[in-house]
């Protein structure tokens, strides 16, 4: 299924893959990036996917990123595929 750390809840949960869930993994690579460390860490994967598949907010966004990034990785981080940043939709609209 992949790197935990890296992988939309609904894959975690069993649920079909869709393009979404790139977007949710996109955004875990953003805050490695910005942060030094994933979204969510743990003594082992299992940890990391329970607290992922358990945590209905998405993860804490660091106070000290621009407000624009803090956005952006918000909307990307959703827990709910549905209430996550449709980015293809978004690209598309005029």
Excluded: F
């Amino acid at each position: 299924i992949g790197t935990p750390e890296y992988c939309a809840p609904e894959i975690l949960l069993g649920q079909p893959y869709t393009a979404n869930c790139d977007w949710y993994s996109l955004g875990c690579l953003l805050y490695d990036m910005l942060t030094g460390k994933p979204p969510y860490t743990g003594a082992n994967h299992k940890v990391i996917a329970n607290k992922i598949k358990n945590d209905k907010q998405g993860p804490k966004i660091p106070y000290y990123l621009s407000d624009g990034m803090k956005d952006v990785l918000g909307a990307l981080l959703k827990s709910d595929p549905k209430k996550r940043w449709d980015v293809d939709k978004y690209w598309s609209e005029p």
